[in-house]
């Protein structure tokens, strides 16, 4: 079997192309909760609190470690130190990401991640599709 010169350059490029992709982000990076069987922030440092004392932890996929098990009704974790850091101010830039499983609604819409309520941040499931919303602070 011959291999091309055509067909190994590509290969190499694929290669390490794909192999860059999984680059640690930690530039910025202010938080990091990879949920692996712990509720510890591990790039800052950041308290958090489960609303109902220990978390329950289920395994993810394949290859990727545990999960935080949330019932969907009234389980949550609590960020409590996070106010120093004023998210979606006006003018000031920051992104938000999260892998989540959802096995079923329990409500017509569940945040994935807000901060408060009305006219901070969130982004949620509703039943028929994902929702980011931004809304600015009130003037004072």
């Known amino acids: 079997m011959k ?17 860059s992709a999984n680059a640690a982000l930690v530039h910025g990076l202010i938080s990091y909760w ?9 790039q800052g440092g950041y308290a958090t609190a489960h ?21 969907g009704i009234d389980d ?25 499983k959802v096995d079923g609604f329990t409500k017509s819409w569940q945040a994935i991640i807000a901060k ?3 006219s901070s941040w969130r982004l949620a499931i509703l039943t028929s599709h994902c929702l980011w919303r931004c809304k600015p602070p009130p003037a004072i």
């Not at 609303?51 to 329950?56: E, I, Q, R, S, V």
């Open 3 to 19: 291999i091309s010169i055509f067909t190994l350059v590509v290969a190499i490029h694929f290669l390490f192309v794909l192999g």
């Open 51 to 71: 609303n109902g004392g220990t978390p329950a932890f289920a395994a993810g996929q394949a290859g990727f470690g545990l999960a935080v098990d949330l019932d």
């Open 34 to 42: 990879d949920f692996d069987g712990t509720l510890i922030d591990s």
């Open 76 to 100: 949550y974790v609590d960020v409590t130190e996070m106010n120093q850091y004023d998210f979606g101010s006006m003018g000031s830039g920051f992104s938000v990401s999260a892998w989540f």
């Open 116 to 118: 408060g309520e009305g």
